[in-house]
Structure formats: C-alpha cells, structure tokens
C-alpha cells in the first residue's frame, strides 16, 4: 500500500533522505521491534521508534509507573503514577503518532514467554534493569535468531551492542554470566538513557533499512563526565553457549 | 620502564612493579573484580579468571564493566 499524503507529510524529513526515500517509509511501517522494558532506555527507544513510523512496536513490561521513575523515564507523565507502564506509554505513543500500532504486554519477561512473543518481531531492544533479564533476552533472541540491542546503564556511564545471532558476537560471548544484582536503586543522571536508548532505536531503524554499520562485535561504551565514546571490538567467544557463532561460516 | 595499555590509555609501571596477574591489577587498581569482565588482547577473561591470568608489559586490557540499568 502507497504512503497516503498525510503519511508522506509527517515523514517528509525521512523521505527525503535519499538513504530512505518512501520505499525505506514503507519498509518502516511494514517492520515490528520489540521493547523489553519502558523505563529509562525504553521510554526514548518507544518515543523515537513510533516517531519515525514503525508500524507495529510491542512493550514488554509489568510494573506501575512510580514518582521516582519520571527523573528519566520521559515516556510517562505525572498524571501516569500509578498506572500501568505499558498503557501510559502506548497512550503517549498514539498521541504521538496514530499511525502506529502498539502491542502491549503487561507482564515480566520470562523464560516460558518470551520466546514466542520475540519471533514475531524483527528487531528487539533490550532496555531492561536489570542483569537476569538482559541475559535472558540474549538467550532467547539468540536462540530464535532474532537480532537486537543490548544497553545497559549505570551512574554517568553506558553501553551497548547490536547482536545478529549466529553471526556476530553476543552479550554472553562478552559477559559470561550475570553478577549479583545491586542491592537497592542505583543512581543514574537521568539523561544518560536519553542517550543511549535514543542509540538503540537508531541501531534499530538502521537494522530494518539496512543501512550504515551497526554495532556489531563492538561494544560501544558512553561516559557522561568525560564525554567520551569508546568502540571496542569484542569477539565472539567459541565456548559461548547461547549465540553459537562460532559456527558461523568465515 | 614497561607499559601497559589499559582502557586505550597507556599506563607505566617501573621495572619489575607491573602487578603480575589481572587480580593483582584489579586490587592495584581498586576495582571490584565481581563488576567487570576483562579484555586482554582482545579475549575476554571472566572474573574466574583473573587470579591466573598473567600481565605483561605490552599488552592491551580493557576492563568492561556490567552495566544492569535500564
Ligand atoms: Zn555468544
């Protein structure tokens, strides 16, 4: 189906790249991407993502918004206290942008489910808390062949890849295992997610347009006091046993 | 004098004071070694490694820290 005129107005600075054009436009709205978490990294991901006409975004997430949440997590409004994250953010997304179809699911993401819910989408972002789950989502993606971002946050400091199972290296090729989870909240400046979920939803449409070079075996890390960016090529680990890249044909 | 390069910055030791195992790095270095995994030449060696892993002048290590934030 052609982009109506007021689909080609909206994403008139898209279509003119010439990079994107309106075959890219169609090709965004015909794509699904997942987000595991709408927190501090889900909230720019969901906002960008349903910005720039991504037909269908799914949010995977079970908790309430809290006062304490709206520091970084600008999806969510003060009215939104209380209420379901995921519903608060499919509210904003549609405001947003009604074009986009938003799949909810109130729930944690887990062993037994997540599975099935990945294979129905092109691209995953891991925007988790915590270490438990961003191994899970490696596994479960990484078993499914399902390629997606990894980022995780901490203080003034973070990082991510883009993983393409099966080819590249993954998030347990470089971390073998999760370390204990801290005890209590940990402070984070809460622009710092801004940053880096705004990346991973820009690794995401470069994913689905396949354009530029991703984030693959790079692990890109940010420090807000330095203002540094580091890229540092990881490997994948022959013994890793979730991606089983080392597999893959050289 | 004999270097290190360690996160991209090269870091010298005098002769004979380079710690010598990635634990003893760490303990140098004040970094909790549960929080990272480390990078040496370009293979990651888990936290269970670092006692026996040797450091030598020359080599490249990056220290990653686990980030569980979202
Ligand atoms: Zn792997």
């Given amino acids: 189906m052609p982009l109506t005129d007021e689909q080609i107005e909206r994403y008139q600075r898209n279509i003119i790249l010439k990079e994107i054009g309106a075959a890219g436009q169609e090709k965004l709205r015909s794509s699904k991407v997942l987000i595991v978490g709408v927190g501090g990294l889900g909230s720019p991901a969901a906002l960008y993502l349903a910005a720039a006409g991504v037909g269908t975004i799914g949010l995977v997430d079970g908790d309430a918004v809290e006062l304490s949440n709206l520091q970084r997590q600008v999806i969510h409004d003060t009215a939104d206290v209380g209420r379901r994250k995921v519903e608060s953010a499919q509210a904003r997304m549609h405001a947003l942008n009604p074009d986009v179809t938003v799949r909810t699911y109130d729930t944690w993401a887990q062993a037994d489910s997540l599975g099935s819910i990945v294979r129905e989408y092109d691209f995953v972002i891991d925007a988790v808390d915590n270490f438990a789950t961003k191994f899970l989502i490696n596994d479960v993606c990484c078993a499914d062949r399902v390629p997606f971002c990894h980022a995780g946050i901490l203080e003034f400091e973070g990082q991510l890849m883009t993983v393409l199972p099966g080819r590249t290296a993954c998030y347990r090729c470089v971390f073998a295992a999760p370390p204990a989870d801290p005890h209590g909240p940990i402070g984070v400046l809460g622009v710092l997610p801004g940053v880096i979920g705004a990346l991973q939803a820009t690794e995401a449409i470069k994913h689905l347009l396949a354009l530029g070079d991703l984030l693959t075996d790079t692990l890109l890390s940010y420090h807000a006091l330095t203002m540094q960016f580091r890229r540092l090529r990881v490997t994948c680990n022959p013994k890793c046993p979730a991606c089983g890249c080392s597999h893959r044909p050289v | ?70």
């Fill in chain 2, 1 to 70: 004098m004999e270097t290190l390069k360690l996160n991209g910055v090269e870091r010298q030791y005098a002769s004979g004071q380079m710690p010598a195992t990635l634990a003893a790095l760490l303990a140098d270095l004040g970094v909790d070694g549960s929080a990272v995994v480390a990078e040496v030449d370009g293979a990651i060696v888990p936290a269970a490694g670092f006692a026996e892993t040797p450091v030598a002048a020359g080599q490249s290590i990056e220290l990653i820290k686990f980030m569980g934030g979202g």
